[in-house]
């Protein structure tokens, strides 16, 4: 169902649209104080007040992308992400959710194959057949109905996102969408994806690393380091911005916020970085690979360190936050659907009551009971610094399963709820006494109106009969 927005906003955008277009063409050359100060007024401030410092970064990365993009990935960024994304599907967001009565997402990933020539432990990606792949109608249909609610950020992870057949025909139909892709390099080294993302402008890639060759090789095969190499080599030829996706562990933890490492990466032409916290899921989960708490902390400060001093957009889904008010998942800001169509809250957590064959978009959003489960315990703790449901308050994730008799999507999904539970538990309550002193001292008061809308948002789901 499209959702038509007034006539007055409908002219406003019209009006704002190609002084937008024309502002990104001169991008590198203005001055980053007077961009932030423009971002602000077009975007207004962030709700969060270390979301805004991000959102600030992000602009001035852009101005360092916008140098060596080519002009299909320029293009792509501004009318894509800019302006449908960030200005158009923000305004019909706004009018879904006064419809709803609460928040919907900004961004949707997807897995539509779990395929992937790689074996690597901890993934939890497994042993599939191409015949378990997300159909292409289905995929197609899902990405319309998000951009008819104002989601023009698509994330597509697997799997290996590149072996999934029709792909490029997706990337293609959807030109006006920007997608983002969390990749092992396996295809972008060996076949022409490059060039083809190249010319489509609407893809980022980002590269999984575990560190250097040794760290990378150990976890995804000998060789592979080179073949990242060669990928990244291949993308930054061809002027597509792209970035790396780290999987931290208990080992690898201090080496991947190493300057060495970051700038590294940085001069292989990465733009941004992603750290993911190493979750005890999937195949073979090993709890001794998380990361201690003692080591998060490290991690805390140091991503906000290196945010300040590298030219490179950095981001932890675990350590950052108060930079969202918490968790995303549970369509709060996103949600995740797999290959088998199952609509998950996260693609940490593994369990689903609703599946895209058989309900819209719309109707996950409104009637799915582990949905409501979850938002309406959001923000888990006042202490955003602790935004994970399943490894800071673990309690929640068992409760939201248990109350909406949701479905686990695989055989291992409850290791973290039952056969983890002791250890998982005695690190929720570790790192909770060395978070708890950091979040009182530097954003508890400033964080007080920003957690009580959230608080507010859970009135909507405290029954199942609501919304």
């Known amino acids: 169902m499209k959702h038509e927005l007034s006539t007055g906003t409908k002219l406003k955008l019209a009006l704002t649209t190609p002084v937008l277009k024309g502002l990104f063409n001169i991008l590198p050359y203005i001055p980053e104080n007077f961009l932030i100060s423009l971002v602000k007024k077009l975007y207004g401030e962030n709700r969060y007040p270390a979301g805004q410092e991000f959102v600030?970064?992000?602009?001035?990365?852009?101005?360092?992308?916008?140098k060596t993009a080519n002009q299909n990935c320029k293009k792509a960024i501004i009318n894509n992400m800019v302006i449908n994304e960030g200005i158009y599907g923000q305004q019909v967001r706004t009018l879904v959710t006064k419809k709803l009565g609460f928040d919907v997402p900004t961004l949707l990933v997807a897995s539509p194959t779990q395929r992937c020539p790689l074996k690597c432990y901890g993934c939890y990606s497994a042993e599939h057949s191409k015949s378990e792949d997300l159909s292409f109608e289905a995929?197609?249909?899902?990405?319309?109905?998000?951009?008819?609610?104002g989601i023009y950020f698509i994330v597509i992870t697997g799997g290996e996102p590149y072996v999934y057949n029709r792909i490029f025909e997706i990337f293609e139909k959807h030109s006006d969408v920007y997608f983002q892709t969390y990749t092992s390099a396996y295809t972008l080294a060996e076949m022409d994806h490059v060039e083809k993302i190249a010319k489509l402008g609407n893809v980022l890639p980002c590269i999984s690393i575990e560190g250097f060759e040794e760290e990378t090789e150990k976890r995804r095969g000998k060789g592979h380091f080179k073949r990242i190499l060669k990928a990244m080599a291949k993308l930054k030829e061809?002027?597509?911005p792209f970035g790396f996706s780290a999987t931290v562990t208990r080992e690898n933890n201090e080496k991947l916020l190493s300057d060495e490492l970051i700038d590294f990466y940085s001069a292989e032409g990465c733009s941004v970085g992603y750290f993911f916290q190493y979750m005890p899921i999937g195949r073979s989960p090993v709890f001794d690979l998380v990361p201690t708490p003692q080591q998060?902390?490290?991690?805390?400060?140091?991503?906000?360190?290196l945010r300040k001093e590298k030219p490179i957009l950095l981001a932890d889904f675990w350590c950052d936050g108060p930079l969202v008010g918490g968790c995303l998942a549970g369509g709060r800001r996103y949600l995740h659907?797999?290959?088998l169509g199952n609509v998950e809250p996260c693609v940490f957590a593994q369990a689903y009551d609703m599946n895209i064959y058989d309900?819209?978009?719309?109707?996950?959003?409104r009637d799915s009971k582990l949905f409501k489960a979850i938002r309406k315990r959001q923000p888990y703790s006042d202490n955003l610094l602790r935004p994970c449901m399943i490894i800071d308050v673990p309690e929640c994730w068992r409760e939201a399963i248990e109350e909406s008799g949701a479905k686990l999507s695989h055989n291992t999904a409850d290791n973290v709820a039952k056969d983890l539970r002791g250890k998982i538990e005695s690190f929720a309550d570790e790192y909770e006494k060395l978070s708890s002193p950091v979040w009182e001292k530097k954003y508890r008061k400033l964080y007080e109106r920003e957690n009580n809308y959230v608080r507010d948002m859970r009135k909507k789901f405290e029954t199942q009969s609501e919304v």
């Open 296 to 305: 998060r902390m490290y991690r805390y400060e140091r991503v906000l360190q």
């Open 238 to 240: 061809y002027g597509v």
């Open 139 to 149: 995929f197609d249909n899902l990405i319309q109905q998000a951009k008819d609610m």
């Open 359 to 365: 309900n819209s978009l719309l109707e996950v959003l």
């Open 337 to 339: 659907v797999n290959n």
């Open 56 to 66: 600030d970064k992000v602009f001035a990365s852009l101005k360092l992308i916008f």
